[in-house]
């Protein structure tokens, strides 16, 4: 029985591309003048502008969505935006993020809500900063910097925890812990109707 | 014996101990400026800068690595022969230099008070000994590639050397043109023959033949085959590390710069000027004849960056074909031209005599080339026609072209 013969299977991809293509006649011979085309391009090179960029003295402009380093953003009153819910650890292909969630308190109300990360570390030996990460952030806490110079000379150094990750303080915000802004829940927060901190979150509960 | 050979005779001793010392000094220089030269260019024919960072422009880069080198692991294989491992780079290395003494490289100067010229010794075979130490220098590529005890040094060091005495084949042919015109073999009477026209003029197809073994002679692009990467990883020199491969490294630069300044003697006039330039000889009390001749030098060496910014690497046998069968014969029949042309005018033959054999050769030359051409044309037409091919029988398919070619 012809059934348990291996059998090709048919298709004529190969005999469609072989009638279209032009046999090929080896090297095609040109021309003596032809061939010293080629030293005018190297020579009229050497006049051109180098497209090296010197780069520890010069920065090179990155694009406008580079995937630099991660940033850990705060709302306007200072109060984190993660909440721990280690999405991003999970997105992560590479695992190179660690989180430890824990539960906000009213004496350590470090993000609006009811969770915020109480470890947070990327491992810049791991990442391969694809991305995900910041795909997988339900509340855009997490987002990439147009930083690229994270090369270190430790391997410990590497591994960045929360300080180092967290956006800088800005006007108007205040360190946290501290409570909520009056009057408002993590919806408020969310929908980005808190601009800035109110005096009475600074009062020590 | 020509007036500058009289001028090196009366040399004391310790001019000679100097002139020595400079030489070696003048070569190690230039092979230092020579790496970072190069670098740089091909780098400016690749829209890249080259090393900018040692010294100003980057000109220490050179000292830099030959500092680098001399620091890093000396290696010597388990199976290489000891004895000859660590002859070799310094066979290679010191037959490197000995063209130099022949080569004059000023016209007279006062160097100490004493009349002279710049160059070692006057020799009355002083080319054929070039030629000689270039021979030695081949026994440094094939002892380094025979000891390292491994096959990619072996195969690379057989490489180098069958490309070596090939090409020095062609490369003595061509002198013998430039002999025959200056009627001597020393080099300053052969710079002394070139005051009116400079050889590079008159025996143009010699110089031709020149330019392209020496650059077959030195195992550089497109003749590198020795250290085809992706075949022989470094050729002869693949075992080789820290101080020795160094002496390899400074052997293949001066013997670029060698061969340069050989070419510059024999057909570029040496250190004379260029027609119309004749009053700067004197300049500088004749020492700016030395600029001279470092420019016809650097010349010639960026002709070689040149050549390996420009051009991909031969096939071996492509590269052995072209000695073998182009530079050599093409040689000969040029030589046997010059020759004619010589006697018939030392014979007194009519300008008409002379006219006609040229006219003659020049056609011979166009009808040889029809021939070749239309043969070429003809086996290329037979190359298309392939072999009846056995039916594709499964897993094997078809050839693409087996239809189209049987057309």
């Given at each position: 029985m012809s059934g348990s013969e291996l059998q090709p299977k048919r298709s004529d991809a190969i005999e469609k591309a072989a009638a279209q293509s032009v046999p090929a006649t080896g090297q095609e011979p040109s021309g003596f003048f032809k061939q010293l085309q080629g030293f005018w391009v190297t020579f009229s090179t050497m006049f051109k502008k180098p497209l090296t960029i010197e780069y520890p003295e010069v920065k090179p402009e990155v694009q406008p969505r580079f995937h630099g380093r991660h940033q850990l953003n705060r709302y306007e009153d200072g109060l984190e935006k993660c909440i721990g819910c280690e999405l991003c650890a999970w997105a992560c292909p590479a695992d190179a993020i660690y989180v430890e969630g824990e539960s906000n308190t009213s004496e350590n109300?470090?993000?609006?809500g009811e969770r915020h990360a109480k470890v947070y570390q990327i491992n810049y030996l791991r990442c391969?900063?694809?991305g995900l990460c910041i795909e997988a952030c339900p509340t855009r806490a997490l987002t990439m910097t147009s930083e690229y110079e994270i090369a270190d000379d430790k391997r410990e150094k590497l591994i960045w925890e929360k300080e180092d990750l967290l956006a800088p303080l800005r006007k108007g915000m205040l360190p946290p812990p501290h409570p909520m802004y009056p009057g408002a829940d993590h919806h408020t927060y969310y929908r980005g109707e808190i601009k800035e901190s109110h005096p009475s979150q600074e009062v020590k509960q | 014996m020509s007036e500058y050979a009289a001028m090196l005779l009366d040399d004391p001793i310790w001019l000679i101990a100097v002139k020595g010392l400079m030489i070696f000094a003048l070569c190690v220089l230039l092979t230092l400026m020579a790496i970072w030269s190069e670098r740089r260019i091909v780098a400016r024919m690749q829209l890249r800068v080259g090393p900018n960072r040692v010294g100003p422009f980057g000109l220490l880069q050179g000292l830099a690595d030959g500092v680098k080198l001399a620091l890093k692991e000396d290696l010597i294989p388990k199976a290489a022969d000891r004895v000859v491992f660590i002859l070799a780079p310094i066979i290679s290395a010191s037959t490197c230099f000995l063209a130099f003494a022949v080569i004059p490289m000023t016209g007279k100067v006062i160097l100490f008070g004493e009349e002279t010229v710049m160059q070692l010794t006057d020799l009355p075979v002083g080319v054929l000994y070039i030629l000689a130490a270039a021979s030695v220098g081949v026994y440094g590529i094939v002892l380094a590639g025979w000891s390292s005890g491994s096959t990619y040094p072996l195969l690379g060091g057989l490489r180098s050397s069958a490309q070596v005495i090939s090409y020095e084949i062609a490369m003595g042919l061509s002198f013998v043109a430039v002999f025959m015109c200056a009627q001597s073999m020393s080099t300053s009477d052969i710079v002394a023959a070139q005051s009116q026209w400079w050889n590079a003029v008159v025996l143009f197809p010699s110089f031709v033949i020149y330019v392209i073994s020496m650059v077959g002679e030195t195992n550089?692009?497109?003749?590198d085959l020795a250290e085809a990467e992706g075949e022989l990883v470094g050729g002869f020199h693949t075992e080789y590390s820290s101080l020795k491969f160094a002496l390899f490294f400074l052997a293949e630069y001066v013997n670029i710069i060698a061969v340069s300044a050989l070419a510059t003697t024999l057909f570029?006039?040496?250190p004379s000027a260029p027609p119309g330039l004749g009053f700067t000889e004197s300049w500088l009390g004749g020492w700016f004849t030395f600029v001279w001749s470092m420019v016809k030098v650097f010349g010639f060496f960026f002709l070689f960056v040149w050549l390996r910014g420009t051009l991909p690497r031969l096939r071996y046998d492509q590269f052995m074909k072209f000695g073998w069968k182009v530079l050599i014969p093409a040689n000969i029949a040029w030589i046997i031209v010059v020759a004619t042309l010589r006697l018939m005018t030392q014979q007194g033959a009519s300008q008409f005599m002379i006219a006609s054999f040229t006219g003659g050769v020049v056609l011979a030359v166009l009808i040889a080339m029809t021939l070749y051409e239309s043969s070429k044309k003809r086996s290329e037409e037979a190359a298309r026609y392939l072999p009846d091919l056995p039916e594709p029988s499964f897993p094997v398919p078809a050839l693409p072209t087996r239809k189209e070619v049987g057309e």
């Open positions: 109300q470090v993000s609006p391969i900063f694809c | 550089r692009a497109p003749f570029l006039g040496g």
